[in-house]
């Protein structure tokens, strides 16, 4: 499922949600969508950008930020447009960079920017210093 990711009237950015490895939460975002939400920044936690959704749901292709911390390390592997879904406070996340510190909570991995990283990657340093633009996302044919 691919997902368009709107600003101020621009589409800036397609998401791709892994239905395979997620169904029950692509099922959930699909029936979600559209919707908008207010950007924040992860103030500690990277280069990481924040949306609150209207649903919940639960956890599905956990894993842990700080193992993959570790990974990006060690590798040196992309975490550049890895996009997830953190069910206790309803948020989708875009890493829009490689900062990824250790952090002991898991997170779903849900998807991957498949169009548009660098522009979300300029949003996301303006969104550091001006939280709070509005989005939409919406689906996008499959």
């Known amino acids: 499922m691919k997902i368009g990711f709107n600003l101020a009237g621009e589409d800036v950015a397609v998401i791709e949600i892994w239905e395979d490895k997620v169904p029950q939460l692509a099922k959930t975002i699909r029936e979600a969508l559209p919707f908008s939400s207010y950007l924040q920044h992860g103030k500690l936690t990277g280069d990481l950008l924040l949306m ?24 040196g592997t992309e975490i550049r447009g890895a996009v997830s879904y953190y069910g206790p406070r309803q948020q989708i996340s875009i890493m829009y960079g490689n900062d990824i510190p250790p952090e002991p909570l898991p997170v779903s991995a849900i998807g991957w920017v498949v169009e548009g990283a660098d522009q979300l990657e300029l949003i996301g340093i303006k969104t550091w210093l001006e939280p709070g633009a509005r989005i939409w996302l919406t689906l996008l044919d499959d």
């Open 52 to 75: 609150q959704t209207k649903f919940l749901a639960d956890w599905e292709n956990i894993f842990y930020p700080e193992d993959l911390a570790a990974e990006v390390v060690e590798k």
